[in-house]
């Protein structure tokens, strides 16, 4: 499974280099030649301005999960998972073509974005649970969310491993610990689901 990411991954990154847009011939050159200025300052200034692009994503994406949240059903009904997976859909559909990109810096970053909105609802939900679980059972979820938050770090490092340390290891790092926290996320909210 994890060859087949990275070659998905190698296909996509290949792909779009193949494209010849200027930017990325300018990343490529400036790293090639650092000795042309021009170059690399083009390079620096796009890298400034795809940087900018991202901070405003972010937070685009930070007030799209407080508006939605106002909303969102904090007393189970039994809906909580679906409304949570409705409401993490937009910012995933809104981040998929960076995702898509090919372009390592744009895929860790979107993984990175993703994580923290996922993260956002983790402690939402887990807060919740803490909330309405009997004590004994509080300390078991705390419990097995510690050895979550270990384990979860083993599996992302040993997913970087894959690519023998080249640039892929960012993304299958990052890519990893997003696909973990909601993972982890939608199983505590079918837990609090499930509470009577």
Partial sequence: MKKLVISLVVLIFALSCSKGSKENKTERISKVDSGNFTEVQASKNEK??????????????????????????????????????????????????????GVTSEMVNANDELYKAWDVELNKVYKLLMERLPNGEKEKLKNTQRAWVKNKEVKANEAAKEAEGGTLANVLYSGTIADLIKNRTIELAKMYDDLK
Avoid at 57 to 81: D, I, L, P, W
């Fill in 48 to 101: 400034e301005k795809e940087t900018q692009s991202q901070e405003s994503s972010y937070s685009k994406g930070r007030n799209e999960t407080k508006n939605q949240s106002n909303s969102f059903n904090v007393a189970s009904n039994g809906n909580y998972t679906k409304e949570l997976k409705a409401k993490m859909k937009k910012v995933e559909e809104r981040l998929q073509s960076k995702l898509d990109s």
